[in-house]
């Protein structure tokens, strides 16, 4: 693992921003959930230490042979997340905020970034003993989420915080423009033939040839959903209880399509 968080650490600190220094990971398999680690190490609420969730996940055998398939895995980002903050010795929230959203753009992350005036709360449902809760009640269970979520959800934002974090990558402004290339490349099949996965994203080839960018997700309380357009530049973005963030953009999507 340290040689592998020493070579994911250069790459990081290479590649910030302009059009050069691009390195080659040894390994893009987690980016792709295509490494066959297991999907999960346990519940979103369980405050699992990262010690703990790392001698799970690598306590577990693989699922499926390396870079064969893809098979969504929430703990190879974790993994991912792990690594940071061992060669950053920054937790992995910290290197987020301060190493990786630009400054000025609103936070991204748990603890710093939540706001518990402004926190999206739940519905009335048995998941919150009937009660509306915020996220970091409702989701989180503490002040702070766990090893389960670490890196792989369960991070909080406004809506222009989001939109200001996707206009600043997808115009190089995080990473050099060889990475946003790499990033929105189709690299692996999902499944149906129909959608890839790049870095951490969704591609949808429209029947125009041109690609849409997306990934959505939640629990059974939240939801997110957001989609950008490669011919138009044009990105939505939804969120809220229940499973309202995907009915939203389906709606979007279908006023889109008329």
Known sequence: MPRIAAQNHERLRTSRGGSGGCLCWGSTWPLTHSSGIIESTGNDEEQLTRSEFLRRVLDAPLESVPGDVHSYSNAGYSLLAAIIEVQSGLSYEDYLIDEVIPNGSPMIGYARAYDAQRAIKSRRMLLTGFQRRAVAD????????????????GAVTTARGFLSFWGAFIEG??????????????????????????????????????????????????????????????????????????????????????
């Open 138 to 153: 409702a989701s989180w269970r503490a002040s702070k989420p766990g090893w389960n979520l670490v890196g792989n959800g």
């Open 173 to 258: 402004r995080i990473v050099s423009d060889c990475l946003v290339a790499e990033a929105i490349t189709p690299h692996i099949d999902e499944g149906s033939g129909d959608t890839f996965y790049g870095y951490g994203l969704v591609v949808q080839p429209l029947a125009d040839g041109t690609n849409m960018y997306w990934h959505d997700g939640g629990n059974s309380i939240f939801s997110a959903d957001w989609r950008h357009f490669g011919k138009t530049g044009a990105t939505f973005f939804a969120a809220g209880q229940g499973s309202s963030a995907f009915k939203a953009m389906a709606a979007i999507l279908a006023d889109i399509g008329d």
